[in-house]
C-alpha cells in the first residue's frame, strides 16, 4: 500500500481536475484550489464546468478525499503542489506566464517542505525562472520539479492513469523520489530527466504530433492530385514498426488548446534564442491552408457559393470534448459567412460561442442539412457515421457530402446516392461536374 500524502492543485480547470480527481484515485487527499468562486461553488455541488468522458464520475467516487476552495492559505497544508494553470499564447506567441506568476504570489508561507511541481506546459527555462523567484521570496525551502502532462481531451482521465511515460525533471533528486512516489500504483515507465529537459520533452512530443498530422495532410493532398489514397498509404506506412500507425490521419487540421498555441510558444521560443525552427513553422502553414481546403472543394461541386446552404456537422476540435478552441470549424464558418454561404452548424455537445455567430445553430443532424446544398463532416463524431442515409440524402438539396475527416467510406456513401469528398481520397471528375450548379466553362478552341 502506497503512503498517501496531501496534494494541492493550483487552478479547477482541465488538466487542474484530471490531475486532483486521479491523484484522489490513487488514494491522496487534494485540495484543488482556483480564484474562480463560481466555478469552486459549482464543483462543490457536483456540476462540472466541462465536458470530459469519465471525470464527473472519478470525481464523485472520490469526495471524500477531495476539497475545491478559494482560499490559497489552505494550500498550505499540502505535501506537493501542482501548477495547473493555463498558460495562453501572449501578442508575440509566447507563452504567457502571468498566471504561473500569479500562483506564485499566492503560494501561503508553509512550516514544512513543499514541493511545486509544475503540470503546465511552459517555455524551457520556467523553472530556473520559478526557482530563482521562490529564492527572491525567501522559499528556498520550497522544492520544485517538472513533470508534464500528456493527457488529451476526451482520453484524459484513461491517459493519466495509464501514460506512456511519466517524464519527472527536478532540481533535486529527493524531490523526484517524492513526486514519483505519488504515482505508485500506476505501471508506466519514469523518465527521471533535469529540469530543462523535461519541459522540452512536453514540447517536442507535441510538436511531434502536428508534425505528424501536417504531414500526412500534404501527402493527402499530393494523393489528390495523382490519384492515390490517402487512408491506404496511412496503414501500409503505418504498419512499419520505425513510424508506427498514430497521428497519420490525414483531415482538415489539428485544433484545441495545446497543440497551436504549443508550436508557437517553441517556434517563438527558437527563434528567441536565435534559432529559425523552419520545420516547425511549415507544419503551422500547412495546417492553416489545411483548414481552407473545404472551401474549395465546395467550390469544386457547387461553384459560386453566395447563397448556398452548407451543414458543418461537428464544432469541437476533436471528438468527445465540447472544446472549441482554435477548432477548425470557426475558420470554415468565418470563411463560409464571408463568401455569402448559409452556415447551419450542428454538434452533439459543443455549445456555440460568439465566434459562430452568423452561423444557424442546430439540434439535430437532420435539421442542419435540411435543404443544404452540401454536408461537411468536421468533426469524426460517432453520430455521423451514418450520414450517408436516405433520410439525410432526400432532406438535403443536392446530395453532396465533404468528409473533413476520412469518415465515411467513400463506396458505399455514393452507392447510398451522394456526391462524396473525401480528404486525399480519389474522386470522379464526372461526379463534380454533375453536381455543378453552373454549367461547365467553355473551351475556347
Ligand atoms: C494533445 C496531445 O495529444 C496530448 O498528449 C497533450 O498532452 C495535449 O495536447 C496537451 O498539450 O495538453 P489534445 O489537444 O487534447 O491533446 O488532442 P489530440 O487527440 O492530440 O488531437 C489534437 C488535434 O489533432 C485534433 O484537432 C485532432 O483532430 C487532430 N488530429 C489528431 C489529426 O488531425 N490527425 C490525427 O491523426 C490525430
Known amino acids: 500500500m502506497q503512503e498517501s500524502r496531501k496534494i494541492g492543485i493550483v487552478g479547477a480547470g482541465w488538466v487542474g481536475l484530471v490531475t486532483g480527481g486521479c491523484f484522489a484515485e490513487l488514494g491522496h487527499n487534494v485540495i484543488v484550489r482556483d480564484i474562480v468562486e463560481e466555478r469552486i461553488e459549482s464543483l462543490r ?32 497544508e499540502a505535501d506537493v503542489l501542482f501548477i495547473c494553470v493555463q498558460t495562453p499564447p501572449t501578442y508575440s506567441g509566447d507563452a504567457d506566464l502571468s498566471y504561473v506568476w500569479n500562483a506564485l504570489d499566492d503560494l501561503p508561507r508553509s512550516e514544512r517542505r513543499q514541493i511545486l511541481v509544475m503540470k503546465s506546459t511552459v ?15 525567501n522559499l528556498s525551502n520550497v522544492g520544485y520539479a517538472s513533470n508534464p502532462e500528456f493527457l488529451a481531451e476526451g482520453n484524459a482521465v484513461r491517459d493519466f492513469l495509464n501514460p506512456d511515460r511519466i517524464v ?124 481552407r481546403r473545404v472551401i474549395a472543394k465546395l467550390q469544386k461541386h457547387l461553384g459560386k457559393l453566395r447563397g448556398k446552404k452548407v451543414a458543418l456537422l461537428g464544432l469541437a476540435f476533436k471528438p468527445g470534448t465540447d472544446d472549441m478552441r482554435e477548432a477548425p470549424s470557426l475558420v470554415l464558418a468565418s470563411r463560409l459567412l464571408a463568401e455569402g454561404v448559409e452556415v447551419r452548424a450542428w454538434d452533439p455537445v459543443a455549445r456555440p460561442t460568439e465566434l459562430l455567430k452568423g452561423a444557424q445553430i442546430c439540434d439535430s443532424v437532420l435539421e442542419a442539412v435540411t435543404g443544404a446544398d452540401a454536408a461537411v463532416i468536421v468533426t469524426e463524431w460517432d453520430d455521423l457515421r451514418t450520414l450517408a442515409s436516405d433520410a439525410v440524402r432526400d432532406a438535403m438539396a443536392r446530395p453532396l457530402i465533404v468528409d473533413g475527416r476520412n469518415l465515411l467510406d467513400p463506396d458505399e456513401t455514393r452507392a447510398a446516392g451522394f456526391a462524396y469528398e473525401g480528404i486525399g481520397r480519389p474522386t470522379s471528375p464526372f461526379e463534380a461536374l454533375a453536381q455543378t450548379a453552373e454549367p461547365p466553362p467553355r473551351v475556347q478552341r
Do not use: W
Open 45 to 76: 455541488a457536483g456540476r462540472m464546468p466541462f465536458h470530459e468522458p469519465n471525470l464527473p464520475e472519478m470525481l464523485e467516487k472520490n469526495r471524500e478525499r477531495l476539497r475545491y476552495t478559494t482560499a490559497a492559505e489552505e494550500l498550505g
Open 123 to 137: 517555455p524551457v527555462g520556467t523553472g530556473d525562472k520559478v526557482r530563482a523567484a521562490l529564492e527572491a521570496r
Open 168 to 291: 519527472i525533471g527536478a532540481f533535486h533528486e529527493e524531490d523526484a523520489v517524492s513526486v514519483e512516489a505519488l504515482y505508485s500504483g500506476i505501471e508506466a515507465p519514469i523518465v527521471r530527466t533535469d529540469v530543462q529537459s523535461a519541459e522540452m520533452i512536453k514540447l517536442a512530443a507535441n510538436a511531434f504530433l502536428m508534425t505528424r498530422i501536417s504531414f500526412i495532410n500534404e501527402i493527402a493532398n499530393v494523393c489528390e492530385a495523382v490519384g492515390a489514397d490517402v487512408v491506404e498509404v496511412a496503414r501500409g506506412v503505418g504498419l512499419d514498426h520505425r513510424l508506427g500507425p498514430h497521428f497519420l490521419r490525414a483531415g482538415i487540421g489539428y485544433g484545441g488548446s495545446c497543440f497551436p498555441k504549443d508550436s508557437l510558444a517553441l517556434k517563438q521560443l527558437a527563434s528567441n534564442s536565435g534559432y529559425h525552427f523552419q520545420l516547425l513553422s511549415a507544419v503551422i502553414e500547412v495546417n492553416e491552408l489545411q483548414k
